[in-house]
């Protein structure tokens, strides 16, 4: 788990690598979703639900993830208010990201997440799928919506 030290890191967007695999990261209290792009950073791809188990569990899964995928950079999911302004969450994600950044050594960029998780349970609402099934896709699926909204606005 993130340290309870309040961090605040700008987004810093510019310092990710421009080639290379990206980690998208959909920052949850009880469960993580997480999406890697490919190599040339065009296109995003839903990943894992991580349910999240206490520090040292969670640092493995991380640091598995970032080795299998031979990841570059990592973007974190900023909640914000509709006004834009930040808020208790969006500092938690914000440490969550500075705690990751310790974790793996690599850099962090955090993305604006209004409507990722809204648009992700619009696009599963289209497939006959339960609750059940949407609830157990949403947090990788808001994560890849994220990512792919971060590398959209790189291209721009």
Do not use: C
């Not at 998208?24 to 999240?52: C, M």
């Amino acid at each position: 788990m993130a340290d309870e030290q309040e961090i605040s890191e700008p987004d810093l967007g510019d310092q990710l690598a421009r080639r290379g695999r990206l980690l998208g990261i959909d920052y949850g209290t009880k469960r993580v979703g997480v999406a890697v792009s490919d190599i040339h950073q065009e296109f995003s791809s839903p990943l894992h639900n991580y349910q999240r188990h206490g520090k040292q569990e969670d640092e493995r899964f991380f640091r598995n993830v970032v080795s299998e995928y031979e990841i570059s950079g990592l973007v974190v999911g900023l909640p914000v208010h509709m006004s834009g302004d930040e808020s208790q969450k969006s500092r938690e994600a914000r440490n969550y990201g500075a705690w990751l950044k310790r974790l793996t050594g690599l850099p962090v960029a955090f993305q604006d997440e209004r409507y990722s998780s809204v648009r992700a349970d619009a696009l599963m609402m289209q497939v006959s799928m339960t609750r059940k099934q949407r609830s157990a896709r949403i947090d990788k699926l808001a994560a890849h919506i994220l990512l792919q909204q971060f590398l959209d606005s790189r291209r721009q």
